[in-house]
Structures are given as C-alpha cells and as structure tokens.
C-alpha cells in the first residue's frame, strides 16, 4: 500500500500568512534601504546596505523557522558563532540602520506589521530632526577634511584660510595642524561643504583665496 506523502509545511504556518510576511519583510528592507542610501550614502562606511535586501527577508524566514522549535532557536546560537565580517562596522550610524533592518524583519515574522508602520514613521520623524539640527547644532560626527598647503610664508595665509573653511564648510572643527618648513596640513571635521561635493570647484576657490600659497586638499 502506498502512503500519500504530504508537501504542506510541518509548522501550523499557512503559506500565504508566510508570502505575506516575506513580501512585508522585503518592502520594509528596501523602506530601510531608501533612508540609508538619502541620510547616509554619501559618507564612506563599511557598505552595509548591500545586505538589506537580502538580509530582510532572511531574517523573517529565520525567526520563523525558529519560533516553532526551542532545539532550533538554542541552536541558532551556536550557528552564529561562528559568523564573522571581515569588513568591521565601526560607525554607530550603521549599527543603527542594521537594528532598524533587523527589527523590521522580527516584526514580519511576528506579524506586528503596525508596530513596524510605528517604527517607520519615528525613524523619519527623528532623521529629519537630526539633518534639520544638524545645520545649527556642531557635531563630532560627519566627514574629514585634509588641507595641505604650500608656499614660502603659511603665517601669511593662515588668516585667510582658516576664514574660507569656516565660511564654507557646516560644522567647521580644527582638529590638529601641522607645519613645517615651507609646507602645513591642517586635519578639519565638518558636516557638509556649502558647494555639496563639488570638491574640484571648492579647491580652486580655495586658491584663488590664499594665492600666491597653493592647497591641495583630501576628503575621506
């Protein structure tokens, strides 16, 4: 006698509650990837948003799995022990993003769609509080900046250099100076430069300011 074998899933999960919850997950994924690329993709990190899209769905897909086996949720532990990223995130700002990420993700998988709508709507309401703040308040946080000069006479220029940083760039912060004979760099922080990114048209105006002296000039 042949014995029907059944495909349906062995938890009491029906498929569409879990399409639904895949589908929400990966709209939350690529909701959280839009806020990372518009708030923070213009700063260099360790490239996290590469894995949003992937990684949300794994994530609910995970969490499911698991919250029907207590074996499989202690053994998820051990698993991911043995994970490790050779690319370290080192920028808190990117740890946030993945909490959002992964928060969203537990959410789909425990159908508390309305708490991620909540989540969302704070996350816009607190990152537009802080780019709006941000042009007021100074910060540690945001971008460097490498001035290297030279010429005969850098105490000639210092003046007017100095000056042209502070008119141009938001945040304007001098983190340390160096000088030596006939050259000075100058380490600055800053949030954002009033020509945008437009660094080629920025270092002619520099040179325009400090002539005869010339700069050259690094942003990381």
């Known amino acids: 006698m042949v014995t029907a074998i059944d495909f349906g899933p062995t938890s009491g999960l029906a498929f569409g509650e879990f399409a639904t919850a895949l589908a929400f997950s990966l709209a939350a994924s690529i909701v959280v990837y839009v806020f990372y690329h518009y708030t923070y993709g213009n700063q ?21 799995a698991i919250q029907f086996s207590l074996p499989l949720s ?22 946030g993003y993945l909490l959002l990420l992964i928060a969203s993700s537990i959410g789909a998988a425990t159908y508390n769609y309305e708490l991620v709508g909540v989540l969302f709507g704070l996350t816009i309401v607190a990152l537009i509080a802080q780019k709006a703040s941000g042009r007021y308040l100074p910060s540690r946080g945001g971008k460097d900046l490498i001035v290297t000069v030279t010429g005969p006479d850098f105490g000639a220029v210092e003046a007017q250099l100095l000056a042209f940083l ?12 160096a000088i030596a004979e006939g ?16 660094w080629g048209r920025f270092t ?17």
Not at 167 to 175: C, I, K, M, Q, S
Not at 185 to 198: E, K, N, P, W
Not at 204 to 220: S, T
């Open 44 to 64: 260099i990190g360790a490239g996290v948003n590469r894995t949003f899209l992937l990684g949300g769905p794994a994530i609910t897909t995970l969490f499911i």
């Open 74 to 95: 202690l053994g998820l532990l051990g698993a991911l022990s043995f994970v490790r990223f050779r690319t370290p995130v080192k920028d808190p700002a990117e740890i």
């Open 166 to 177: 502070k008119a141009e760039l938001r945040g304007f912060a001098l983190e340390s100076h």
């Open 183 to 198: 050259r000075a760099s100058l380490h600055v922080r800053f949030q954002r430069s009033a020509d945008g990114d437009a």
């Open 204 to 220: 002619m105006r520099l040179n325009e300011r400090i002539a005869p002296a010339r700069a050259e000039i690094h942003v990381g």
